[in-house]
């Protein structure tokens, strides 16, 4: 059959295998920092859906998951505001907070999110991300777990999105006229 979304990927940046050992290399971290702790993973979607899914069967210590959606993109652009669609059905107050992001780019969405979580009294609160775009940064954050770092392109592809399409690829490319 034909792949009907290779077609619009001009070159792959992440394969399926090096995204294995991006999710291997973090959950190492996580689980030598977070031994004994119980956290609650704070999944944002939709985009870290694959990604939180693969790390959390790489985890071997005791954690929750939750669901978290904000809205800040439309198509390429980030808009710069930010607006919670979907909050959490878990209360935070005294746990151990990780975020899990799929990418961060301009920072603005964790920058508005981490104020808004700290707010909610955590024991802890850090920032997960499959990728790092440190290019496109306009906000002061940073993430404590980096699974790798993509220069200034549009990435799609293990959840990443380009108006709803491609987050079924398993392998991260690079659009074509991106
Ligand atoms: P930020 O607020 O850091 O600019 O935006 C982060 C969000 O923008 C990510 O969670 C992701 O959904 C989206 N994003 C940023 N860069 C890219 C990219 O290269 N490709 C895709 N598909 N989404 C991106």
Redesign the pocket.
Known sequence: MINELEKDIDRVLFSEEDLKAMVKKVAAEINEDYAGKKPVLVV?L???VMFAADLMRSLIIDCEIDFMKVS??SG?Q?TGV?SIVNDLKTDISGRHVIII???????????RLKNLLEQRGPESLRICTL?D?PS????E?YADYIGGV?GN????GNG???NEK?RNLPYIGVMRN?
């Open positions: 944002l939709k985009g870290s800040s993109y390429t980030s930010v992001e799929d990418i961060v780019d301009t920072g603005l969405t964790l920058y990728l775009k496109g940064r306009k906000a954050v993509v392109e549009f990435i799609v990443l999105d380009y491609y991106s």
